[in-house]
């Protein structure tokens, strides 16, 4: 089932246009800068110091639980800043050198190429389409497309979603991995045997030191050790699905449903201002510590572009949709939360 979008319109070409005029103005290149640079040195020691201060720092088990959710702390910014902008090749020119930032996602328990099918084929080339776009295939546990078929508990959903989100990032790197590799074919193909061994031997690694090293190295019993993983896991969990989610899942953002070959009525940029939103998308504090997740809508239509230059681009998005009458929409954190559990709650009617 192929999916064409409407050929390029005025709206794209302006905005195409004015981005590319603001590297050209500001001597930049769309790839990380000195400043992007710094931020990653720092977030890759700030998690370096986390996981000595697990192994080094003799605590009691409340105080080895803290300094577990401090790690996985330390380890959404990575994913946030770091992993997230090397798999869709927008850290640094060099592919390679992407691909080697990239696999940070297999040293904190992902697998690089799962997420790529995952996100930027499953999620970023059919956002929100019914039936294509892999995020919004939640059922029966939760219901968030007007398309998927209701059940009874799903009215239920905005009250039980929060402990469910503390579970995701476990699901990910424990079962969602392993199933994007059994279901998404990039042309009919199927992942090559090194992509499946890299995936079962990172799984081993990760699991050895942030379990089986630490309970040999700890004075703590293997189920401690467990219980402040998991814990952890909840964090990270936590945090990823409201940052991810919520830019997406709200009422304003609208839903497609596909059943054949189908060219959708709106451009590229057009169908991403459709379907996602901007949370505080010029906050510096959200850009520096999201790595940009929260201004979705330029990285949606510009993937390839590193994060760092996210501010000034949402505001050129921003003032050319507000030109050629585009619905752009933004909003503070606490409205985009707000919005989002409203929506859950529609959605379980």
């Not at 039980?160 to 998404?184: G, H, R």
């Not at 572009?305 to 505001?315: A, D, E, Q, V």
Request: aromatic share 16%.
């Amino acid at each position: 089932m192929a999916i064409q979008f409407k050929s390029t319109d005025v709206f794209q070409k302006i905005l195409l246009q004015r981005v590319n005029e603001y590297f050209k103005n500001n001597n930049v290149g769309k790839y990380a800068n000195g400043a992007m640079i710094v931020k990653m040195v720092c977030i890759i020691i700030l998690w370096i110091l986390s996981i000595i201060s697990i192994f080094t720092i003799k605590t009691t088990f409340p105080g080895y639980v803290f300094l577990y959710v401090l790690h996985g702390l330390c380890s959404i910014l990575v994913i946030f800043n770091i992993s997230h902008d090397a798999v869709h090749q927008a850290l640094f020119r060099n592919k390679f050198i992407n691909n080697i930032f990239g696999y940070s996602f297999n040293l904190l328990g992902g697998n690089k190429y799962s997420w790529y099918l995952k996100h930027n084929i499953g999620h970023h080339n059919f956002t929100n389409i019914h039936g294509k776009d892999i995020d919004i295939e939640t059922a029966p546990l939760f219901r968030i497309s007007p398309y998927t078929p209701l059940k009874k508990h799903y009215r239920f959903q905005h009250l039980y979603i929060l402990p469910l989100y503390c579970f995701l990032s476990l699901a990910l790197i424990l079962v969602i991995d392993f199933v994007v590799m059994f279901k998404i074919k990039p042309g009919g193909k199927k992942p090559a045997v090194k992509e499946w061994m890299i995936l079962f031997c990172s799984k081993f690694i990760y699991l050895g030191y942030i379990i089986l090293a630490l309970a040999y190295f700890l004075q703590l019993t293997l189920f401690e050790v467990i219980i402040c993983f998991f814990v952890m896991h909840a964090v990270i969990g936590f945090f990823i699905s409201l940052v991810l989610l919520s830019s997406h899942f709200i009422e304003h953002a609208s839903y497609y449903k596909v059943v054949a070959d189908s060219k959708l009525s709106s451009s590229w940029p057009e169908h991403q201002l459709l379907t996602t939103i901007d949370i505080a998308p010029e906050n510096k504090m959200a850009n520096l510590l999201l790595g940009g997740l929260n201004a979705n809508i330029i990285h949606h239509i510009l993937p390839n572009i590193c994060h760092i230059h996210f501010i000034p681009l949402s505001k050129i998005l921003r003032h050319t949709a507000e030109e050629y009458n585009m619905p752009y929409i933004a909003f503070t954190f606490k409205q985009a939360l707000k919005e989002h559990f409203i929506f859950l709650k529609k959605m379980g009617r």
